[in-house]
């Protein structure tokens, strides 16, 4: 082999430089997209539960507020008021009612019953009432029972309960 100055040998190595086949096929390339679509699939289940659970909570969060907001109005009430209310029907039992936008998808009942004090129950059963709507009340002790609906997941609903006395402290 001949000897060609060093000039002559640089500029073969990087002026004109042998070609060589680099870059990736079609077929790579398909490869690589489907093992990157198949590795991103759980994360996709992932994040629709996440969503679905997201969902979910803001409505329970958001009935718990709109129940929380009617049984504090209903607190502000006097107890003698609301003993008053008890013996009329329409407010004994609400029909189910609408909250105003955004919150029109909510409905709420409200139900005031007369609690009987010697009871050691669950004080949220439909057993510790000892009146219903138009009878008569013999006691200083008054449930407050408000439930939360709503449209949009039926199977969500919040029950909250709250029993008031005639010195106005709920326990």
Do not use: C
């Not at 759980?42 to 679905?52: E, G, N, T």
């Amino acid at each position: 082999s001949v000897l060609l100055p060093v000039e002559s040998r640089l500029n073969r190595l990087f002026i004109h430089p042998k070609s060589t086949n680099s870059g990736i096929t079609l077929i790579e390339l398909l490869a690589v997209i489907a093992i990157i679509g198949i590795a991103l699939l759980p994360l996709y289940a992932l994040f629709s539960q996440a969503i679905k659970s997201h969902g979910a909570a803001q409505i329970i969060t958001t009935s718990t507020y709109l129940g929380q907001y009617i049984m504090e109005t209903m607190l502000a009430e006097d107890f003698f008021t609301l003993l008053a209310n008890l013996n009329q029907a329409e407010y004994y039992y609400a029909n189910r009612s609408s909250f105003a936008n955004p919150y029109s998808d909510y409905k709420y009942t409200v139900r005031i019953d007369a609690i009987d004090p010697d009871f050691s129950g669950d004080l949220s059963s439909s057993s510790a009432r000892v009146s219903e709507a138009g009878g008569a009340v013999s006691s200083n002790y008054i449930r407050i029972f408000v439930r939360i609906e709503n449209d949009i997941q039926p199977d969500k609903a919040i029950e909250l309960w709250q029993i008031v006395t005639p010195a106005g402290q709920g326990y």
